[in-house]
């Protein structure tokens, strides 16, 4: 079975042009192939360099962004015999013509989607390492801490502001345990602490309590208990001094948006420790 190696050419990553191949090769499925990569290209003495190793009837895939690079890639492949094809070419003039502006011609562009990328799925992993209270010493490491009691959307909120990017820890306020030293610590600006009516977090327990088939009148949905919870953790939101939204009847977006709000007042420069 025929083998070939497919060179991908980029003045980034080369991470795009090999989407692209690999993509493309599924229509061919009989085609054994191998992806070969040549990264942070930005010279023609580069590109020289790289020829000197292909084959007349070779493939070089191009995601060359500067135009005088990405012409001269591709006439020395017509010189060579070598099959250039240059994915971003096209689009960039095309692009031009609708716009009617030139392009910035900047070399790695894609990479600060690729930076945002991994930046949230650290923020991702972070949140789920630290939730619930796991482990406090996450506490001083996150770009922002919630606080409150069970059924407040702690989690869900958590998971939606990692998924944009920022490290959240999430503590639950329990009058047994005593709130970790970490939370007097940290910054009260980063911490921020959600209460609910004590009438509408009854109704939520109570069908929590239905969905794991466990007996309503259980001390979790308790009226006087609930209450003695919310008091318990509005007092260490007050000692801390840090910011408290109402979640009584707010979505997990809304209270999302809210927490974002109040970080962007606090830290108008930017809050991400990463």
Not at 61 to 71: A, F, H, M, Q
Not at 187 to 196: A, E, K, V
């Amino acid at each position: 079975m025929e083998h070939w190696n497919i060179r991908v050419i980029s003045d980034s990553l080369g991470e795009t042009g090999e989407h692209v191949v690999h993509a493309l090769m599924k229509q061919f499925p009989k085609k054994r192939y191998h992806v070969v990569r040549y990264p942070n290209i930005v010279s023609k003495e580069q590109v020289d360099d790289i020829f000197v190793f292909l084959k007349k009837g070779e493939i070089v895939i191009s995601t060359i962004v500067l135009e005088d690079l990405r012409n001269y890639l591709i006439q020395k492949g017509n010189d060579a015999g070598i099959y250039v094809f240059d994915i971003l070419g096209g689009p960039i003039k095309q692009f031009e013509q609708v716009f009617g502006e030139q392009a910035t011609q900047r070399p790695g562009g894609i990479r600060e989607l690729d930076d945002n990328y991994f930046n949230k799925i650290a923020a991702i992993e972070f949140t789920v390492k630290y939730d619930d209270g796991r482990d406090p010493r996450g506490i001083m490491m996150a770009d922002v801490i919630l606080i409150g009691v069970s059924r407040t959307s702690k989690t869900p909120t958590s998971m939606f502001l990692a998924n944009k990017g920022y490290k959240v820890v999430n503590v639950p306020m329990v009058p047994e345990i005593e709130a970790p030293k970490e939370l007097f610590e940290a910054d009260p600006n980063r911490i921020i602490g959600l209460i609910i009516d004590p009438d509408k977090l009854n109704e939520i327990r109570i069908e929590r309590l239905k969905a794991l088939g466990l007996d309503s009148s259980a001390n979790y949905a308790n009226d006087e208990r609930i209450r003695e919870e919310l008091e318990y953790a509005l007092k260490v939101m007050n000692k801390i001094g840090c910011s408290i939204i109402d979640v009584s009847n707010s979505t997990i977006e809304g209270t999302a948006g809210k927490v974002v709000e109040i970080l962007e007042d606090h830290f108008p420069e930017g809050i991400k420790k990463m």
